[in-house]
């Protein structure tokens, strides 16, 4: 069965230092891999995707993340982080796509920045 | 292109009473998803609709129920509602190109369930 781990449920960064959020995963092959950002109060937006490829995605608000097939991680990161980073990100998994597939959320990893 | 809209942002219900909330999706996604998530169990994923068509259902009581109009908005049921049932439901939709999703998903706000 389909899982996501990601180890750190809290995580402090100070602003302008740089992020590494962790995240694995447990498939038979390689899933489709996702990063979702929800700010309080809010739903998720996804931050960036991966589906095959060049291993090393861009997204969306200066994030990258890594794949690494040996692994198993789709780790996020990000040079310098901004006030406005401070949420909670989540992890996602998706099968090959088959109709009855459903995407698989890990338990989220909420980022507080030091001023 | 309008997002996907959510409505009640907000309610709150006693024990025993009955919730139906709206998920309006982005024009032309015909994918809807409902998901639960709560500060313990994070994100649980309800059911997905399809062409007015449940296929994919999780790990929840028959008290929660869904559907979807043939104009791809959807509604989510739940009836007897229990204390544990408090939660942020949120919705999302996605574009499933010729049926098939990619995981790839456009959330709502949420509504916010305080059962009392």
């Known amino acids: 069965a389909q899982s996501v781990t990601q180890p750190d449920i809290h995580i402090t960064v100070s602003e302008g230092a740089s992020l590494e959020l962790r995240c694995n995963y447990s498939y038979g092959a390689t899933p489709y891999l996702f990063w979702y950002v929800q700010s309080p109060g809010q739903g998720l937006q996804l931050l960036l995707k991966?589906?095959?490829?060049?291993?090393l995605v861009q997204g969306i608000k200066g994030f990258e993340a890594e794949f690494k097939r040996s692994q198993s991680s789709f780790n996020l990161r990000k040079p310098s982080v901004h006030w406005s980073d401070a949420a909670e990100y989540f992890c996602?998994?998706?099968?090959?796509?088959?109709?009855?597939?459903?995407?698989?959320f890990g338990k989220g990893t909420r980022l507080h920045i030091l001023p | 292109k309008a997002g996907v809209t959510q409505t009640p942002r907000y309610l709150i219900k006693t024990r025993g009473q009955q919730v139906t909330l709206s998920c309006s999706p982005i024009s032309g996604h015909r994918s809807v998803s409902w998901y639960q998530q709560t500060p313990g169990q994070g994100l649980q994923f309800l059911f997905e609709?399809?062409?007015?068509?449940?296929?994919n259902k999780g790990n929840f009581p028959g008290r929660f129920s869904g559907r979807q109009f043939s104009n791809s908005r959807s509604e989510m049921n739940v009836s007897t509602l229990e204390l544990g049932d408090s939660a942020l439901y949120l919705c999302?939709?996605?574009?499933?190109?010729?049926?098939?999703?990619?995981?790839?998903?456009?959330f709502g706000e949420g509504s916010r369930l305080t059962v009392l």
């Open positions: 999302a939709s996605s574009e499933a190109l010729r049926g098939q999703s990619t995981g790839e998903l456009f």
């Open positions: 609709y399809f062409s007015e068509t449940q296929r």
């Open positions: 996602a998994v998706f099968g090959p796509p088959r109709r009855d597939d459903k995407i698989i």
């Open positions: 991966y589906f095959s490829g060049d291993t």
